[in-house]
């Protein structure tokens, strides 16, 4: 029997049956560990090293120094911050020699295979340790190539976010690089630039650049920014006042071109034409926001602005919390001068504005920039950050869009409605709209740069991991918001199911992955991944078709996947060997029935499938209940007697277990009742402290033929995000169960 804490520990000692409060516990832990930290706003100079559609760094240095020759050295530096020991697998694709250094040890040198190979890759374990960790590579230019491509295995899920070092680009995102020199200066002889110090201490310059020219400088704000277009565009300035309410403010400026200026929105001031201003405005707010609108005129493009009040000059402080920006205005364009957008809409980060380019003509969309060489502001997800056991250590996982969140937004969405506690709705509210809200920023961010800063999974869209379950979360939120923007995201993960997703000849789901270890494969994971979005899309679009599609994976996956003799799901079929793997991992099957419980409470009871769906319910769940161990929980391989008991796959059964005899699909429902509520107090015993903290949670797993791996390879963590919000499900299903039964026990009474 697997030991998890001593029994006095638990939420059971603490809190008997009382089962909301177990569910409340979890929530309140949940919500107090994963604060509401926002993306973080850098400043990022798009002149500096971007990323590749894989998430590489490109560091193909021939480009950016063009005044090397061959022999001659250059330097890329960054820093990577970790809020834990965080192990992750890099891959170097060299393009001639490379040296790579973290933390001032020398984890990788090419050799003369790989410097002459064309698709030469080398993966670097990154053994990150908490705080900041310094990444320095050293490139040789020959022949063959100039610097590399570096990044994180699988990027879009090990987010491997590097900033600028030096004192005076603190705050700034991406790397530095310099060069070229004729001999070594780092590494080899034990020395190394000191990201803390100014970056001339290293004997360097660094690019990209972020200071003006004396006589950029000079030049009236716009124009020094975005040029001088032959046809007249817009730009915007954005700034805070540092003024408190109840106080005239006198505002005066100039401007080269027909300017208008706002002051939370209200227009205080206009020109129609080249010249000076005035205006005399009593702010409603502290710290109000200032924003500027300014098209070129024949003399220049540009503004400039002052702020008094009681005869002092007010100071302007920045509109953002932007690191690395170290002026007080933001500023947009060039943006077509017919544009026309309330100032409420304009001033946000992720704000798209339509631009022109040097002849009027539509050119895409910018958004914001600081005052510096062609520095954007952009925002970086940069909370809980996944290692290579698929874990996110202790840091907020708020804002990041994944399945196993997807699980946990639900959760609290149902725990919420269970305990009426609406601050819990509230917070999943805010995290799923922390994604979808720049939905559209995030697209145009990942096609600008390479690759995105936020939303990587939902915008890089490849695998029903990506997008099922975290859309599924989303389309259970949406009454509640009110937001019609969420359904263009629904349409397009629909359009990535239905549409467009790997399928076998006869219409299965499966992973196509060429070239990788998971090539030609179908899990059974992937059933939670895919249905409970499609069931809730079919009833928030008016689409039966996606409920259809539902029905026939389901039956297609159960012709491949059920061991008829065991009453239970393989995890994998793996069509390399053209047959299943016959391990019943825990979790799969959980995510199985999980699903299947889902799919059949919105499934219409005359659809033609409902039947064969309902006998394959019957057959798993008689299939795991004969292995429910006399804890009450279910083991991590179901049918090997010395796995460990796991507490994931055991809320999932105990959900499908409530659901199947609540809703009136299990014949014996004494035995199912009583399975579901042994397995319940089995996890408040044994997996569920007494301060809302989850353990015996499986990591994210691969796949294998063998049981062993399962058993012994893939651990548990505490507060996995793959187990906290089937918890509160089980124990929201739990106390609907127990409901019932009190009202059944009543009417049979009557």
Known sequence: MTVYMDPRESARYAFGDDDHRIVELIAGRYVGANPPVPFALRAFAKTGVLQNAEGLYDMELGGKLPQSKPGDFAYVFGLVWSDDERPIDGVLEPLGPVRFYMNEQLLYRSSAVDEMKPDARAVI????????????????????????????????????????????????????????????????????????????????????????????????????????????????????LSALPGADIELTGRAFGPTSVWLDGRLVASLTEDGAFRATVRPTAASPQLLVRTVGGERGWGFELEAHSGGQRLAFEPPVHAHGCKGPWLYAGPVDPKFDMAPGTVTAIGALLPAVDEAGEPAGFVTWSADAPMTRVRPYYENAMLSNKWTSGAATNFGRWDYPLGVTMYGLLRASRALGRDELARYALDHIRCCTGLYEYSLWDRDEYGFPSINHQLVLMRMLDNCGSFGSAMLEAQPLTGDAGLSRIADTIADFVLCRLERREDGAFYRQCAGEYSADTMWADDLYMSVPFL????????????????????????????????????????????????????????????????????????????????????????????????????????????????????????????????????????????????????????????????????????????????????????????????????????GLLKAAAAGWAADSTQ
């Open 125 to 240: 374990p990154l053994p990150l340790r908490k705080g900041w960790n310094t990444l320095l590579i050293q490139a040789r230019r020959t022949p063959a190539g100039f610097g590399c491509r570096f990044g994180a295995v699988e990027a879009k899920v090990r987010i491997l976010n590097v900033l600028a070092p030096f004192a005076e680009r603190s705050g700034s995102a991406g790397w530095v690089y310099a060069g070229p020199v004729p001999t070594p200066l780092f590494g080899e002889n034990g020395a190394f630039p000191d990201w803390r110090l100014p970056e001339s201490s290293s004997g360097l310059s660094w690019l990209p650049e972020t200071r003006w020219t004396k006589a950029q400088a000079a030049l009236p704000n716009a124009e020094r920014l975005f040029g001088w277009p032959a046809s007249p565009a817009a730009a915007y300035g954005w700034t805070r």
């Open 535 to 734: 069931v809730r899309y079919a009833a928030a679009a008016g689409k039966p078709e996606a409920m259809d599609e539902a029905v026939r994976q389901f039956l297609l996956y159960r012709r491949y996947l059920f061991m008829e003799d065991e009453r239970l799901m393989s995890h994998v079929f793996d069509f390399k060997y053209g047959q299943a793997t016959r391990v019943p991992w825990g979790r799969g099957n959980g995510w199985v029935l999980f699903s299947l419980s889902e799919l059949l409470e919105r499934l219409p009871a005359d659809h033609p499938g409902r039947e064969e769906l309902l006998s394959f319910f019957r057959d798993l769940c008689a299939g795991v209940a004969a292995l429910q161990t006399e804890s009450g929980l279910w083991r991590q391989v179901l049918n090997e007697p010395e796995a460990y008991e796991e507490s994931s796959c055991t809320a999932m059964f105990a959900y499908a277990f409530a659901r199947g005899v609540r809703f009136g699909w299990l014949a014996d429902e004494s035995r199912y009742a009583d399975a579901a509520i042994r397995a319940w107090r089995g996890l408040t015993e044994r997996a569920i402290d007494r301060a809302g903290n989850v353990y015996g949670v499986c990591s994210g797993s691969r796949y294998s033929f063998s049981p062993e791996y399962y058993m012994y390879d893939l651990g548990t963590v505490v507060n996995d995000n793959h187990g906290i919000g089937i918890m509160m499900l089980a124990g929201v299903e739990i």
